[in-house]
């Protein structure tokens, strides 16, 4: 079964830095997706980011970019220039390319965005 | 366009009672997801319905919950009897569902419906 893996429980970074949020998932398979969603206070998932595992490419959005690390089975998120909209959890997820689709999430990483 | 739409918003009950929670998807979408999470998890997939039939329901406790989703558009979950530990978010989620691209698998989520078992 499929597994992802979010070490850092909790981050915090200043209003326009950068901070890295940390993702690792366990799978036999070789094709899938890996997703990065927030979940605000108001408990809406958003969605920040996809990223295919068939492209080499890193996925970015505006602000939003990830390190892709397929053999090491990593996905990490990186928020550029953070703002106070950005404090949130964010959770890292992995679908499967066939089957039920369903997200296996992990536990999620609190930002806390210092102004 | 309209998101995925949830209600209500909030519950509580006591326990050993039973509770009912509705969904409805983005219009067009043919795949609807139910999740639970747990305060301090991630979400976890109770059941996945294609259009009106059950495509993954190996997580719902099926002693207690069931879900439906008659004419393939929206869909109701309930709980019953609930227990202490049902308390939780109940997130539902749709997608276009087809084959034709990732994109158009990707799921969009509603509000989420907060749950307080007593």
């Known amino acids: 079964a499929q597994t992802v893996t979010q070490s850092q429980p909790e981050m915090s970074v200043q209003e326009a830095e950068t901070v890295t949020l940390s993702c690792t998932y366990d799978t036999s398979e070789s094709d899938y997706y890996l997703f990065w969603y927030k979940q605000p206070p108001s408990r809406q998932m958003i969605l920040v980011i996809r990223?295919?595992?068939?492209?080499?490419q890193n996925a970015t959005e505006n602000r939003f970019s990830v390190n892709f690390q397929k053999a090491a089975k990593s996905f990490s998120l990186k928020i550029s220039d953070s703002q106070l909209g950005d404090a949130a959890m964010y959770f890292c997820?992995?679908?499967?390319?066939?089957?039920?689709?369903?997200?296996?999430f992990g536990k999620g990483t609190k930002l806390t965005v210092n102004p | 366009e309209a998101g995925v739409a949830q209600s209500p918003r909030y519950k509580i009950i006591e326990k050993r009672q039973s509770v009912a929670f509705w969904c409805n998807p983005i219009s067009g979408h043919a795949t609807l997801y139910w999740y639970q999470q747990i305060l301090g998890q991630g979400p976890k997939l109770l059941i996945q319905f294609q259009n009106n039939g059950v495509v993954d329901d190996s997580q719902l406790p099926k002693d207690r919950f069931s879900a439906e989703r008659l004419k393939g558009v929206d869909s109701t979950l309930k709980i019953q009897p609930a227990k202490l530990e049902d308390s939780a978010v109940y997130l539902c989620?749709?997608?276009?569902?087809?084959?034709?691209?990732?994109?158009?698998?990707?799921?969009?989520f509603g509000p989420g419906t907060r749950l307080l078992v007593l």
């Open positions: 997820a992995y679908r499967t390319q066939g089957g039920s689709e369903k997200l296996v």
């Open positions: 990223q295919e595992a068939y492209k080499q």
């Open positions: 989620a749709s997608s276009l569902g087809d084959h034709s691209g990732s994109a158009r698998k990707t799921q969009y």
